[in-house]
C-alpha cells in the first residue's frame, strides 16, 4: 500500500509539472545489493526534490530541465559517499551498488565525463590524505588541512583545464569557465582560450551569458568556435 501510493503522488508530480513545463528528463534509479537501508535522498541545492524511505529496486522521476544543473544523492545519511550528478534532459539512469557505494551511469555521457573529472579531484585528495568532505553543507575543512587543500586545487585545477583544453567541449567545459571566472581565482586568458571553442549549441545558457559578461564581451558578438572535430 505503502509502495503504490508513493507511486502514485510521483506520478501526479510529473503531470502537475507537465501543465507548466514540458517534461523533458527522465531520470531511473537503480539500487543494486540493497543492504542496511535507511534512505535515500536527492538534494537541489537546500531542496528536496526526491525521497525514498522503504529502498524501492527501482523507482524513476521526472523534470523539465532548462539547463544542466548538479544535485546530490546521498543514502544511509552517509556523506562520505554522497554521489554528486547532473539533471539533464534525455532519459538515463542511475545505478547504486549499496554494498560497494558506488554509482554508475547510462545513457548520461554528461555525468560519465563527470565522474571522471572527480576521480582526478578524489585521486589527488588522497595522494594528500584529504578527505572527500568534512561538513557537506558548509563545505569546509579544518585550518590543519586548509594548506593541503591549496596544494591539491591548484594541481587539479590545471590538469582539469588541460583536460577541457583536449576534449571537445561540453556543459561541464562551460561550467569550468564560469565558475572560475566568477571566482577569480584562475588564469582569465587561459579561461578565455577555452570560451572561444564553444559553439552555439551554448549560446542560450545561463553559464554562457554570464561567462561572456565575466570576461567583458560584447553580448552581440558570438565568438568563432576554435574546436574542430575530426
Known amino acids: 500500500m505503502i509502495k503504490s501510493t508513493f507511486i502514485f ?22 539500487l543494486l545489493n540493497k543492504i542496511d537501508f ?23 522521476m521526472c523534470f523539465y ?37 558506488n554509482a554508475s551511469f ?3 555521457k554528461l555525468n560519465d565525463e563527470f565522474q571522471l573529472l572527480n576521480n582526478i579531484n578524489d585521486s589527488i585528495s ?31 585545477d590545471e590538469l582539469i583545464y588541460n583536460y577541457h583544453l583536449t576534449h571537445k567541449p561540453t556543459y561541464l567545459t562551460l561550467s569550468f ?10 588564469d582569465k586568458s587561459k579561461l578565455q582560450i577555452l570560451f572561444d ?7 542560450n545558457y545561463r553559464l554562457y551569458k554570464e561567462s561572456k559578461e565575466l570576461l567583458n564581451i560584447d ?3 558570438f565568438p568563432k568556435p576554435l574546436w574542430n572535430e575530426k
Do not use: W
Request: proline share 4%.
Open 197 to 203: 571553442k564553444l559553439d552555439g549549441s551554448f549560446y
Open 38 to 60: 535507511s534512505g535515500l535522498y536527492i538534494l537541489d541545492r537546500n531542496n528536496l526534490i526526491y525521497e525514498d524511505s522503504i529502498g524501492m529496486p527501482s523507482d524513476s
Open 9 to 30: 503522488v510521483l506520478f501526479c508530480a510529473c503531470f502537475f509539472n507537465a501543465k507548466s513545463q514540458p517534461i523533458n528528463s527522465r531520470i531511473e534509479i537503480n
Open 219 to 221: 553580448p552581440n558578438y
Open 106 to 108: 547510462k545513457n548520461s
Open 65 to 101: 530541465v532548462a539547463e544542466p544543473r548538479m544535485v546530490i544523492l546521498l543514502y544511509n545519511n552517509d556523506i562520505q559517499h554522497y554521489i554528486p550528478f547532473y539533471l539533464h534532459e534525455g532519459n538515463f539512469s542511475i545505478n547504486i551498488d549499496l554494498k560497494s557505494k
Open 126 to 156: 588522497k595522494s594528500y590524505n584529504l578527505p572527500r568532505i568534512v561538513d557537506l553543507r558548509k563545505m569546509v575543512l579544518s585550518d590543519s588541512l586548509k594548506k593541503y587543500n591549496v596544494i591539491r586545487d591548484s594541481v587539479v
Open 177 to 186: 569557465i564560469q565558475s572560475y571566472l566568477y571566482c577569480n581565482t584562475f
